[in-house]
């Protein structure tokens, strides 16, 4: 079997809903990291590429359903070079480095450009067709921003609450505290800011021509627990409920608008490519439980990745996993025999920012660098996805020079 390597990761600077990067079309952000990584690989002739894979979680507007094979039309890739859009929603893009690295692991293909994109402020509303023509009633337009729509009449009402709600049930199962919350929160800033101000993120993010944005839009210096502390209840009000509502817009992960992507290889392509592996993909898992309860979900995909990888917990050293919420995040990680101090170490996406479709890709890039960093040889990146599912991936830095 082949292996897979993590040759470069690049992403943009994460927007907020309606900021910076709000006035760019989700299928040119695409293009402009399809072309980044190309530049990026200094021997590589993009006609060698087998296959572009996006991950996109709307998929309803300007992305045009496949917005995969948008993006390689848009930044000029050779026209035979095909595309295929990814839908797991929030997960979408990690799924994507899956897939691609399966097909790399099956010799399916050699080289593969995988990545992700979301403009949440460019989601459109969407208006259903009516069963009858000429109905006398009024149409609702729904929106396509965030979570259910259009829901099936069939499915459990505690299926479909929101997700925020949903994390709210979360947390009343785990026992976490809208303090505990609040201080994840306020860390999440300030560990973002640090490693923008350290130069961290400097070789991951690349501007968007005709933009200004040269960082996450999202990032709030010197955070604190006690300023998070005075935000109101968004899905509960605080005297709902066993504890009142908990969660709040300084504890969730913002809406946001970006783009990432990665060149994934086998061994044979680093010469190609003219770029030297950053990790091995060593492990991979995917799981689902009630979609109410979507943020544990990473739990057991993550469990599955490191059993896969032929390691323990005890072996990893890094760990990403995707901020939805704060009161998620701490779930997982109170249910992984692990060191707090290990998980997002550059800050995650409660500062950073949430772009559904990209946010796959940007942990995993920041997994890879992180590694590269420290020198440490194992790491994970986890993801949860509404609908009550998780994805997970181990990568091994295969330049360790730590055990």
Known sequence: MNQAYVYDAIRTPFGKFGGGLAGVRPDDLAAEVVKASVARAPGLDPARIDEVIFGNANGAGEENRNVARMAALLAGLPTSIPGTTVNRLCGSSLDAAIIASRQINTGDADMILIGGVESMSRAPWVLPKTEKPYPAGDMTLASTTLGWRLVNKKMPKEWTVSLGEA????????????????????????????????????????????TELTRDETIRPNSSAEKLAGLKTVFRAVSDGPEGGTVTAGNA?????????????????????????????AGRGAAALEPQFFGFAPVEAANQAVKRAGISWADVAAVELNEAFAAQSL?????????????????????????????????LGTLARRLEA???????????????????????????TKK
Do not use: M
Not at 262 to 269: I, K, N, Q, R, T
Not at 333 to 356: E, F, Q, R
């Open 167 to 210: 994390t709210e049930q979360l947390r009343e199962r785990h026992g976490i505290s809208r303090e505990r919350q609040d201080e994840f929160a306020a860390n999440s800033h300030n560990l973002a800011d640090a490693a923008w101000n350290e130069g961290k993120y400097d070789n991951q993010v690349i501007t968007v021509p005709g």
């Open 253 to 281: 992960s913002p809406l946001s608008d970006g783009a990432s992507a990665a060149l994934l290889g086998s061994e044979a392509a680093g010469a190609e490519l003219g770029l030297q592996p950053l990790a091995r993909i």
């Open 331 to 363: 779930a997982c990680i109170d249910n992984w025999d692990i060191d707090p101090a290990i998980v997002n170490a550059w800050g995650g996406a409660v500062a950073i920012g949430h772009p559904l479709g990209a946010s796959g890709i940007r942990i």
């Open 374 to 400: 420290t020198g440490d040889r194992w790491g994970v990146a986890a993801i949860c996805i509404g609908v009550g599912q998780g994805l997970a991936v181990v990568l091994e830095n295969v330049n360790a």
